[in-house]
T-cell receptor, first 114, second 114 residues
Framework: DSGVTQTPKHLITATGQRVTLRCSPRSGDLSVYWYQQSLDQGLQFLIQ???????AKGNILERFSAQQFPDLHSELNLSSLELGDSALYFC?????????????FGPGTRLTVL | AQSVTQLDSQVPVFEEAPVELRCNYSSSVSVYLFWYVQYPNQGLQLLLK??????LVKGINGFEAEFNKSQTSFHLRKPSVHISDTAEYFC????????????FGSGTRLQVQP
């Protein structure tokens, strides 16, 4: 158990819909990262937050957005869903958010878009 | 662009045999190197990391890796594998310049056969 929690574990929805994925980092970790894992794209970095502020952006679509709240939990919002958005979405957290800081991964949310 | 290459998508090996999973990255300037393991239907777990110092790094479950700056490689090794080592292994890198999130290789599926 990494100490990072993600809800829900599974999500099935239809094209065009909007969903919210939630992540609670390990106690004491200030930085949260979101990654997408799909069969064709592999593991890709989406976005990073540090203590409530956006720190870095990766291959995140404009239809996707995220935020980190004052209690440090984070939400990833996916809208106008397409079939290709079906993937495993991971949240990770680290203490400082610097390059060498170890990232602890949650169990992931499996999103299926029908 | 900075990239990570895992040359082998699948590595079949017999139980108790040695194994090496290969990883190469695009630039050796101020890198931090990680190996993660993903068991079926689970999140990512850190096996080992190289931040600085000794180029031979020991991790959990008997795994080790060697940082080779001239070859820009960070190959993962285990002298004797077990059935329970069957999993997907990901090499990941962060660089001190630019984005601080992990850049992952495409993964290597280690299949240990009895």
């Amino acid at each position: 158990d990494s100490g990072v929690t993600q809800t829900p574990k599974h999500l099935i929805t239809a094209t065009g819909q909007r969903v919210t994925l939630r992540c609670s980092p390990r106690s004491g970790d200030l930085s949260v990262y979101w990654y997408q894992q799909s069969l064709d794209q592999g593991l890709q970095f989406l976005i990073q937050y540090y203590n409530g502020e956006e720190r870095a952006k990766g291959n995140i679509l404009e239809r996707f957005s995220a935020q980190q709240f004052p209690d440090l939990h984070s939400e990833l919002n996916l809208s106008s869903l397409e079939l290709g958005d079906s993937a495993l979405y991971f949240c990770a957290s680290s203490v400082s958010g610097t390059s060498g800081s170890e990232q602890f991964f949650g169990p992931g949310t499996r999103l299926t878009v029908l | 662009a900075q990239s990570v290459t895992q040359l082998d998508s699948q590595v079949p090996v017999f139980e108790e045999a040695p194994v090496e999973l290969r990883c190469n990255y695009s630039s050796s300037v101020s890198v931090y190197l990680f190996w993660y393991v993903q068991y079926p239907n689970q999140g990512l777990q850190l096996l080992l990391k190289y931040l600085s110092g000794s180029t031979l790094v020991k991790g959990i479950n008997g795994f080790e890796a060697e940082f080779n700056k001239s070859q820009t490689s960070f190959h993962l090794r285990k002298p004797s594998v077990h059935i329970s080592d069957t999993a997907e292994y990901f090499c990941a890198v962060t660089w001190d310049t630019g984005r601080r999130a992990l850049t992952f290789g495409s993964g290597t599926r280690l299949q240990v056969q009895p």
